[in-house]
């Protein structure tokens, strides 16, 4: 079937105004994974959410992000007043065991 | 927390060549796995490889869990190959599953 696939691809806004990024997954895929990618950084781990467990937020960098992910399928990351340290690749995976997909990624930039 | 080293962190390699990447862990892993990012971002799992060897086309890699390392060798090298490859590796805190990533090792393959 499709992989998973996020949307806007890309996304420039100014600072202090909010996005939302979206991340459909693999169907079926009871794991996904929120991870932001700086330039020449490596992937910086976000937020997990498995199946209707309370996800994991600890990788959040500040109160300004939060995440849902409605009906165990659709995942949105919501930055609000977002900052130009905020610029970066947001990825997004799923997975139903061991090994993840993932998706193009939204390249954001905070202008 | 586990810490995960990757090496060397650059590589060049002239078409043909052969090369072997390392991952090193601190500590005792659930999981490894090996990605490659390509040029454009798109990140693809190569192995889910916890312990032992697996062999994908030119692609193979070994894991000595006991001593706490992986390698990904590439035989015959391809411009295609050029991108990050990634090794990151799965802990378990509860119930939640979080993957630990290296930083990377960038390879360029020249014509």
């Known amino acids: 079937g499709a992989g998973v696939s996020q949307s806007p691809s890309n996304k420039v806004t100014e600072k202090g105004k909010d996005v939302e990024l979206r991340c459909d997954p693999i169907?079926?895929?009871?794991?996904l994974y929120w991870y932001r990618q700086s330039l020449g950084q490596g992937l910086e781990f976000l937020i997990y959410?498995?199946?209707?467990?309370?996800?994991?937020k600890s990788g959040l960098p500040s109160d300004r992000f939060s995440a849902e992910r409605t009906g165990g399928s659709v995942s949105t990351l919501t930055i609000q007043r977002t900052q130009q340290e905020d610029s970066a690749v947001y990825l997004c995976?799923?997975?139903?065991?061991?090994?993840?997909?993932f998706g193009p990624g939204t390249r954001l930039l905070v202008l | 927390g586990i810490q995960v080293e990757q090496s060397p962190p650059d590589l060049i390699l002239q078409e043909g060549a052969n090369s072997t990447l390392r991952c090193n862990f601190s500590?005792?892993?659930?999981?490894l796995q090996w990605f490659h990012q390509n040029p454009w971002g798109q990140l693809i799992n190569l192995f889910y490889?916890?312990?032992?060897?697996k062999q994908n086309g030119r692609l193979s890699a070994t894991t000595v869990a006991t001593e706490r390392y992986s390698l990904l060798y590439i035989s015959s090298s391809q411009t295609t190959d050029s991108g990050v490859y990634l090794c990151?590796?799965?802990?378990?805190?509860?119930?939640?599953?979080?993957?630990?990533w290296g930083l990377g090792t960038s390879l360029a393959v020249n014509p």
């Open positions: 500590d005792s892993v659930n999981n």
């Open positions: 990151a590796v799965t802990t378990f805190a509860g119930n939640n599953r979080k993957l630990i």
């Open positions: 490889i916890p312990s032992g060897t």
């Open positions: 169907s079926g895929h009871t794991a």
């Open positions: 959410f498995q199946g209707n467990s309370a996800p994991d």
């Open positions: 995976a799923s997975s139903s065991e061991e090994t993840q997909y």
